[in-house]
T-cell receptor, first 115, second 115 residues
Framework: GNSVTQMEGPVTLSEEAFLTINCTYT??????LFWYVQYPGEGLQLLLK?????DKGSNKGFEATYRKETTSFHLEKGSVQVSDSAVYFC??????????????FGTGTSLTVIP | NAGVTQTPKFQVLKTGQSMTLQCAQD?????MSWYRQDPGMGLRLIHY???????DQGEVPNGYNVSRSTTEDFPLRLLSAAPSQTSVYFC??????????????FGPGTRLTVL
């Protein structure tokens, strides 16, 4: 079955440090991949997405590349800020002929950036 | 557009009480879903709907009912609240592009406590 596995947190970084949050997936077909961000007390917001292999999603300095050969979609940012402190979720969406669309989420990775 | 709205924001129930969590979207999205978020467990799908009159169970449907009489609304009913249903509930919607559901749009959440 489909699933998403992301690195466990919490992750604590100093401001301007490099960030990587690992995400790997299992899917039967050709899913779309997403990173969502959840700030304290809020719902999830789409951060970036990629819909096919080798696509790179990017937004607000964050990037992730859809790697089919390694079934991965790792999130990176070159220089984190305090305002990036949040929980990050990796997710996939796959359209299945018999059950419609399904979305799968990782368990989330909490990031804290300290000044 | 208001996007996805949820009411109430907070709710406290006693064991055995029933209530309805409201969810509405004004984006004419076909797909709507309910998740619960618990610490360390990420998002778990409760029920989802791919259109008015069509609903299906997700990963954790027991104790919850849904209906979809209109495209806009997707209420979640707790039949007899239990402390295990203490959680944060998120409603989300999505639309189909080129046959595939794209990213989900999330509401702000309802924080439910069952005593």
């Amino acid at each position: 079955g489909n699933s998403v596995t992301q690195m466990e947190g919490p992750v604590t970084l100093s401001e301007e440090a490099f960030l990587t949050i690992n995400c790997t997936y299992t899917a039967t077909g050709y899913p779309s991949l997403f990173w969502y961000v959840q700030y304290p007390g809020e719902g999830l917001q789409l951060l970036l997405k990629a819909t096919k292999a080798d696509d790179k999603g990017s937004n607000k300095g964050f990037e992730a590349t859809y790697r089919k050969e390694t079934t991965s979609f790792h999130l990176e940012k070159g220089s984190v800020q305090v305002s990036d402190s949040a929980v990050y979720f990796c997710a996939l969406s796959e359209s299945l002929w018999n059950t419609g669309n399904q979305f799968y989420f990782g368990t989330g990775t909490s990031l804290t950036v300290i000044p | 557009n208001a996007g996805v709205t949820q009411t109430p924001k907070f709710q406290v129930l006693k064991t055995g009480q029933s209530m309805t969590l409201q969810c509405a979207q004004d984006m004419n999205h076909e797909y709507m879903s309910w998740y619960r978020q618990d610490p360390g467990m990420g998002l778990r799908l409760i029920h989802y709907s791919v259109g008015a009159g069509i609903t299906d169970q997700g990963e954790v449907p027991n104790g919850y009912n849904v209906s979809r009489s209109t495209t806009e609304d997707f209420p979640l009913r707790l039949l007899s609240a239990a402390p295990s249903q203490t959680s944060v509930y998120f409603c989300a919607s999505s639309h189909r592009l080129a046959g595939v559901y794209n990213e989900q749009f999330f509401g702000p959440g309802t924080r439910l406590t069952v005593l």
